[in-house]
């Protein structure tokens, strides 16, 4: 069941979907790329991967429709990586007051600029059990990088050779668990078949296996999801 929501985040108001499928014990955020939107196709297609097997999802938008006006004539938001991961803390911060989800294990699933919001801000919470990117930019989270304690997934495709350098670059900057998955002959957008069914499984066993580790040494600890900080 998808619920519409919207989140205060400062003084802004972000609109947004959640899905939370019975039992779910982890909760990931959507965090969308250049000029995109809760909307995306790609993504939503991702969730309802992640939501088939039990993981909650989260999708909104980072900008208000005033700000994705401007934009989309200056392009001043996009590349905000400041202003995008503070708007994914603020939404990070609202899943820990809602009594649906503030039990649940958070992840991070960011594309293109909004992987760079997504590294930014699991250094920021250092309980983020796994990051996803999906032709990320996430050198572009520059001094964050080393901070990242969350397992983190790099999925590039295989004929984006620039982005895969770039994501070799932030790979070798990071201290945290980090894999780089390459999906062959696969463009930027990964619209060729069954590119997009690739990032789908690659996602939601990387998000399973890392939730399921988180959760099992709660059990031994019997700890709970750590609260995150509202300052």
Known sequence: MTTEITIPAGAATLAGALSLPERAHTLVLFVHGSGSSRHSPRNQFVARTLNNAGLATLLFDLLTPNEERIDSYTAEFRFNIELLAE????????????????????????????????????????????VVSRGGRPDLAGDALPKVEAPTLLIVGGKDEVVITLNEQAQREMCSEVKLEIVPG????????????RVAKLATDWFLRHSDAAKSARQRTGAKPSSLPHS
């Open 186 to 197: 696969a463009t930027h957008l990964f619209e060729e078949p069954g590119a997009l069914d």
């Open 87 to 130: 708007r994914l803390s603020h939404a990070t911060k609202w899943t820990r007051e809602q009594a649906n989800t503030r039990e649940l294990d958070i992840g991070y699933f960011g594309s293109s600029t909004g992987a760079a919001a997504a590294l930014v801000a699991a250094a920021e919470f250092p309980d983020v059990a796994a």
